[in-house]
Structure formats: structure tokens, C-alpha cells
């Protein structure tokens, strides 16, 4: 694993307080992986009380006082594919994941990303590195530890090269500054050095796509349900599965009714 630098080794602080701190819903994932269900919005009571505004003046105001009739309707308007009542209910996950996790993931349109910037930080300084399941494919090893060795060889050159180059881009810069030579300074103390910026912008283009990433996904229950049924499956990629496998589990960990009744309706992975 390559060096940490100093942005890298805060957020494997945050990721070992996040687990500490919150160790029902954060779970790590190989070495540097990491996902965490932070915050949720709404529960069983906001797909119900949404779905019978249509019907019924009646509210449930709690979980625990919900009756047979309101469990029956739930699972109908789970195994009958209901949809808007489930966009009613928000869940706010923290991933760490590999670039080329995220570019599968992202695609999932019907979602909010915020995520890490090389533009105005430098790389996390940790890359992928397949473990032995990852590299299995019914019993066979599509890869040796030999061949791992020198991938691994290989992503620690790419990131002291971007190490390296970067520091010689801040030397430069620095020296061209104190020589009075650069015309576009920050005029505004707090903004960022658009000399700096601008290397690390091209920089990035040399990033693997093994390198981490951090991501604020916020979801609705609708829209996690079609990520669990895509991306839980055998045909799913092994690392994003591992992911969503992992999110699934924090998801019911969270609701076990709700986790319950969707798998009673059949759709629910595993
Ligand atoms: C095994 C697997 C292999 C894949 N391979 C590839 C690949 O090679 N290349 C690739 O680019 N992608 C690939 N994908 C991604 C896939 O095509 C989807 O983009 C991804 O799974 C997100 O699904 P989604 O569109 O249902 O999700 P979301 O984007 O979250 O959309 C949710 C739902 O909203 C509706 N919706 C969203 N946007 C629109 C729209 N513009 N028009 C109409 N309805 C909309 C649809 O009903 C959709 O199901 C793969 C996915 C899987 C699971």
C-alpha cells in the first residue's frame, strides 16, 4: 500500500472513529474500503401514511403501533411494486470505494453524489489491491500472488509519480512566486493557489481507476431497492457487489420490518 499522505491518513482516522463511533451501521471493506449508513429519513409509517392519503384519513404516528392490516398493506404495496410511497423514505450512506466501484455506481441517475475532489486535494493515496476471493472464479485463480505483487508494484510507482511531479510543479510555482513572476496570485487569501490547483487538475489524469474515492450517496428507498435487486446479483461485478451486499445488510440492520416484508415479497437479495 502506498504511503499515506496527510489527507489519506485522516480519513483512515475518521474511517477506525466512524467504526468506533457508529460500529452498528459502518462496516469496512479490504483494506482501505469503508461504507457507513449515516442518516435515514422516514420509516414503515411514511410509506404507509403516504400510500392511504388516497384512501383513509386514518395515520399511524409509530412503528410499534402498527396492526396486521398495515403490515398486510405494506407487503401488498411491496410485492405489487408501488412506487412513489417508497421515494417517501431517504437513507444517506459514506462509501469509500475504488474509482472504477464509483463509475459503475454512479450510474445509478436517480440518486444525490457528493464526492472527493483531486482538483482541490491531492489523491487518496490508497488503491485496490484484490484479495483472494476477488480473484477467484469457481475455484480457479485468474491471478497469482506474483501477478498481484506486480500490480501492486506498479500502483505504488504511479502514486509516487504523482507525488513526485507534484512536488516539483510546487517548487516551481513557489519559486516563480517569490521571484515576482506570476500574475494570476490569489488576491483572496482564503481562495486556493490557481498555480496548485491547475497541477493537480493535471495530475489526476495519471490516477488508476484502483484508486479510492469517498462518496455522500443520498437515496430514496425506490431507488436503493433497484441498486440492491442490480447490483446484489451473481452477474454484478464482485466489488460492487460487496458493496451493495454490505449496504443491504445496514439497510435491514436499520428496518427489520421493512427488510422483513420486502423479502416475504420476493424481492429482496439473498
Ligand atoms: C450487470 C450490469 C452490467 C452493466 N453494464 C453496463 C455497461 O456495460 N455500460 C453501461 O453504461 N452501463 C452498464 N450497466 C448500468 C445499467 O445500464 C444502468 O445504468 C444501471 O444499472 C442503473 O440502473 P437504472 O437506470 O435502473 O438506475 P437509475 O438511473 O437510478 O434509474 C432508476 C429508474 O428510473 C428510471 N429512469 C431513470 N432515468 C431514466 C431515463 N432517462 N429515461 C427513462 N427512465 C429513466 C428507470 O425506470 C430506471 O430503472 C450495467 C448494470 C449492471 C447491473
Redesign the pocket.
Known sequence: MATFNEGTREIAEEIDARLRENPEFSRRLGEFGFIELEDTWGDETTILNTARVSTSNRRIRRVEDLTEKDRNLLFHLLSQHHGTPFETVYFRFRFIAPIFVLR?WV?????TWNEFSMRYRKPISAYYVPDKAAVTVEGFPVLTPDQIDRYAALMEEIFAFYETEYQEACRRIDEAASDGRLSGEKKDPAARNPYRARARELLRSAMPVSAYSDVYWTVNFR?LM??FD??T?E???YEIREYARTAYDLFARKFPLLSDLYKKAGNAPG
Not at 450510474?107 to 440518486?111: D, E, G, L, V, Y
Open positions: 459503475q450510474k445509478h441517475r436517480i440518486s431507488s433497484n441498486f442490480l447490483r446479483k452477474n454484478a461485478q
